[in-house]
């Protein structure tokens, strides 16, 4: 079954730790974006990669850094920098083109502690 | 800012009745948008969509009607059942910012048994 992986499910950061959120797909989805969701708010973007080597900063891409080596994986790592990053992430892809909806991840949920 | 709003965080609908979700938007340049429906601690699955060239679009129980000039568009689901309950976001696409969408913060609906 085709779909997008996201792992692990939850994970927890010390204050001060890089941290790595992996998503994959077997889509064969051209385009890829990560995403944040916090209580109150809509998915905000983070970074999107319509191609491979490829990546655009989102709405909140402070202390967030992505790579795109391959087609099926876009990681994120969650930075130091990052002042807030207790929240719900979600990868999510498309074909390429803006008129097919998202297929979406299960998504992680990062608490820093 | 926030360009897409669905103002209302939650609604309470009895079972076998119609459930009413309202999204507005601000940016008339957006052409494209969709609805998506996102259990706890998974992904969002996306529901329906509708262009501005359309004013309703239907999938079974679910129907979206567009209101261009009011800039609103609303969700109806009939008739309700249970495994309806669910957040719901709104998203929206302009064609010129290419494919990122701009979600909602999303309405919590219960569907009452």
């Known amino acids: 079954d085709g779909g997008i992986t996201q792992s692990p499910k939850y994970l927890f950061r010390k204050e001060g730790q890089n941290v790595t959120l992996s998503c994959e797909q077997n889509l064969n989805h051209d385009a890829m974006y990560w995403y944040r969701q916090d209580p109150g708010q809509g998915l905000r973007l983070i970074y999107y990669s319509q191609i491979v080597n490829d990546f655009q900063k989102g709405d909140i891409a402070e202390g967030y850094s992505v790579s795109r080596e391959k087609k099926e994986s876009f990681p994120l790592t969650v930075t130091s920098a990052q002042k807030n990053p207790t929240a719900f992430y979600l990868c999510?892809?498309?074909?390429?083109?803006?008129?097919?909806?998202?297929?979406f991840g299960s998504g992680t949920r990062l608490t820093v502690v | 800012d926030q360009q897409v709003k669905q103002n209302s965080p939650s609604l309470s609908v009895q079972e076998g009745r119609i459930s009413i979700l309202n999204c507005d938007y601000t940016?008339?340049?957006?052409?494209?948008f969709l609805w998506y429906k996102k259990y706890p601690a998974e992904g969002p699955t996306f529901l329906i969509s509708i262009s501005s060239i359309k004013d309703k679009n239907e999938d079974g129980r679910f129907t979206v009607f567009l209101n261009k000039s009011a800039k609103h568009l609303s969700l109806h689901i009939v008739p309700s059942q249970p495994g309806d309950s669910a957040v719901y976001f709104c998203?929206?696409?302009?064609?010129?910012?290419?494919?990122?969408?701009?979600f909602g913060p999303g309405t919590r609906l219960s569907v009452l048994p």
């Open positions: 998203a929206a696409s302009a064609q010129g910012y290419g494919q990122n969408f701009v």
């Open positions: 999510a892809s498309t074909p390429g083109q803006g008129l097919y909806g998202y297929t």
């Open positions: 940016n008339s340049m957006f052409d494209y």
